[in-house]
């Protein structure tokens, strides 16, 4: 197994290559990662306009067995509200002793419980912060999926992200304590906050992958059908 305390340098800020596919685009690194020995994919697909298909995925190509997780983040501009549809006790703030130290604090003050099943993260200022936890499946979405909609006050963009959770898995973030699916974090220097999702953890064999599948959905707050994932 491949552990490391700190993200690989290759898979951080290696070489990527832009890449057509099947009415899709990819995005590859370039070679494997000299520390995991990992290539990573992502693959676009642009939808109707307004819906945006991804799949990452995380290729094991060394000739060593090593567990991984496939994940996505998204660096989002502020001011925004982040809604997760998921309990309050299952949004967690990281123990980030010496780096956060109020986590608790602040989720006191930014989390609220929104319309019903749904739980609302404020991320309008410079709030050092990092949550993460499992949510609930939201059977509107599609089967086995969950969801975050992130909504912009000055624009009245509305972006719901669905991606299927598996509660009985493991997990790689915090697994000790409970099953992080998806990750918030908040710069307390830049004006922006990152929103991460997670697949399960697999050991990988040689030639051997792991994906992640995410449905994005676009509209405006005025513009929302009944049903926003048809």
């Known amino acids: 197994h491949v552990k490391i305390n700190r993200r690989p340098v290759d898979l951080n800020m290696g070489n990527y290559e832009f890449l057509r596919g099947n009415?899709?685009?990819?995005?590859?690194?370039?070679?494997?990662?000299?520390?995991?020995?990992?290539?990573?994919?992502?693959?676009?697909?642009?939808?109707?306009?307004?819906?945006?298909?991804?799949?990452?995925?995380?290729?094991?190509?060394?000739?060593?067995?090593?567990?991984?997780?496939?994940?996505?983040?998204?660096?989002?501009?502020?001011?925004?509200?982040v809604k997760v549809y998921m309990d309050m006790d299952e949004l967690i703030p990281y123990e980030m002793p010496g780096w956060i130290d109020d986590n608790k604090q602040k989720k006191e003050r930014l989390v609220t419980k929104a319309e019903k099943g749904w739980i609302n993260l404020e991320l309008f200022g410079p709030d050092l912060l990092i949550f993460g936890g499992m949510p609930n499946f939201?059977?509107?979405?599609?089967?086995?999926?969950?969801?975050?909609?992130?909504?912009?006050?000055?624009?009245?963009?509305?972006?719901?992200?669905?991606?299927?959770?598996?509660?009985?898995?493991?997990y790689a973030h915090r697994p000790e304590k409970f099953k992080s699916v998806v990750e918030f974090y908040n710069s307390d220097t830049l004006n922006y906050f990152e929103a991460e999702v997670h697949s399960p953890i697999k050991k990988l064999a040689k030639g051997q992958s792991v994906t992640l599948k995410q449905t994005w959905f676009f509209y405006k707050s005025d513009d929302i059908p009944v049903n926003p994932f048809l």
Do not use: H
């Open 23 to 81: 009415n899709s685009y990819i995005m590859q690194s370039t070679d494997k990662c000299r520390e995991t020995g990992l290539q990573v994919t992502r693959e676009i697909k642009i939808l109707d306009g307004n819906i945006i298909e991804l799949a990452d995925t995380v290729t094991n190509l060394s000739n060593k067995p090593a567990t991984w997780d496939a994940w996505e983040v998204s660096e989002v501009r502020r001011p925004a509200s």
């Open 138 to 170: 939201y059977k509107e979405a599609g089967k086995d999926k969950s969801i975050v909609r992130i909504e912009f006050p000055d624009t009245r963009i509305v972006w719901y992200r669905t991606f299927k959770i598996f509660p009985d898995k493991k």
